[in-house]
């Protein structure tokens, strides 16, 4: 089994800048392609961002394309969402997902494709 924790969340103001990761523990040889989703309050859960395995297939939701980066550390078991130019609607429960089988090393939006999830971070920006 595979546990995700997500770190970094916080209160920043628009315009600002942070920084969200998530690492895997347990059996981490078994996780292939990670993603980053999220949900705000009263509204169902959206895709972020998602890399592959190898990092060279990486999707963004259009509505953070250009403000937000995806990365991963496979060595640290580690996935980072690098967020800039934060706007109050980003405010939302960031989770991490990851797949749990090499078929699924590539990324995807789905979150369906998913095996794995964290409990989430809040992200709060404020106007």
């Known amino acids: 089994q595979v546990q995700l924790v997500e770190s970094g969340g916080g209160l920043v103001q628009a315009g600002g800048s942070l920084r969200v990761s998530c690492t895997a523990s347990?059996?981490?040889?078994?996780?292939?392609?990670m993603a980053w989703f999220r949900q705000a309050p009263g509204k169902g859960r959206e895709f972020v961002a998602t890399?592959?395995?190898?990092?060279?297939?990486?999707l963004y939701a259009e509505s953070v394309k250009g403000r937000f980066t995806i990365s991963r550390d496979n060595a640290q078991n580690t996935v980072y969402l690098q967020m800039n130019s934060l706007k109050p609607e980003d405010t939302a429960v960031y989770l991490c997902?990851?797949?749990?089988?090499?078929?699924?090393?590539?990324?995807?939006?789905?979150?369906?494709?998913?095996?794995?999830w964290g409990q989430g971070t809040q992200v709060t920006v404020s106007s």
């Open positions: 997902a990851a797949t749990n089988t090499i078929r699924k090393s590539d990324a995807s939006y789905s979150a369906s494709y998913y095996d794995y």
């Open positions: 347990g059996r981490t040889s078994s996780t292939y392609a």
């Open positions: 890399i592959s395995w190898s990092a060279d297939d990486i």
